[in-house]
C-alpha cells in the first residue's frame, strides 16, 4: 500500500517562509513525477509546481521566482520552499505523485493548511 505524508504547513506572516515536504512509503518501484497542488476555499484545486525524477521541474505562474520545488529520489521525498508568502498563497497544500508499484496511478497527501497572515 502507497501513502504520501506531509509535514510543513502553518502560520505566516506576509513576506515569510515556509517549507513543506512529502515522503511517499510502500511497494514502490518508480515516481515519475512528484507536484504540489492548492486549494482555497471556495476555489478549485490548482497546480503550484511539478518536478520529474530527472529533475525538470513546472510552476505555476503565480508563484514562479517565490517558490521552489525539489525531490530527494533516495529518500522518495518532495519538497516545497516558499518564500515571499502572500496572503493569496493562503490554501490547503497537497501532495500528488505518479507512481509505479503494481499498477501506475496517482496519489494524494491528505493536505496540510498553509495560512498567510499578519
Known amino acids: 500500500q502507497v501513502q504520501l505524508v506531509e509535514s510543513g504547513g502553518g502560520l505566516v506572516q506576509p513576506g515569510g517562509s515556509l517549507r513543506l515536504s512529502c515522503a511517499a512509503s510502500?511497494?514502490?518501484?518508480?515516481?515519475?513525477?512528484m507536484g504540489w497542488y492548492r486549494q482555497a476555499p471556495g476555489n478549485q484545486r490548482e497546480l503550484v509546481a511539478t518536478?520529474?525524477?530527472?529533475?525538470?521541474?513546472n510552476y505555476a505562474d503565480s508563484v514562479k521566482g517565490r517558490f521552489t520545488i525539489s525531490r530527494d529520489n533516495a529518500k522518495n521525498t518532495v519538497y516545497l520552499q516558499m518564500n515571499g508568502l502572500k496572503s493569496e498563497d493562503t490554501a490547503v497544500y497537497y501532495c500528488?505523485?505518479?507512481?509505479?508499484?503494481?499498477?501506475?496511478?496517482?496519489?494524494w497527501g491528505q493536505g496540510t493548511q498553509v495560512t498567510v497572515s499578519s
Open positions: 500528488n505523485a505518479i507512481i509505479t508499484a503494481l499498477t501506475i496511478r496517482a496519489y
Open positions: 510502500g511497494s514502490i518501484v518508480s515516481i515519475p513525477v
Open positions: 518536478i520529474t525524477s530527472p529533475g525538470n521541474t
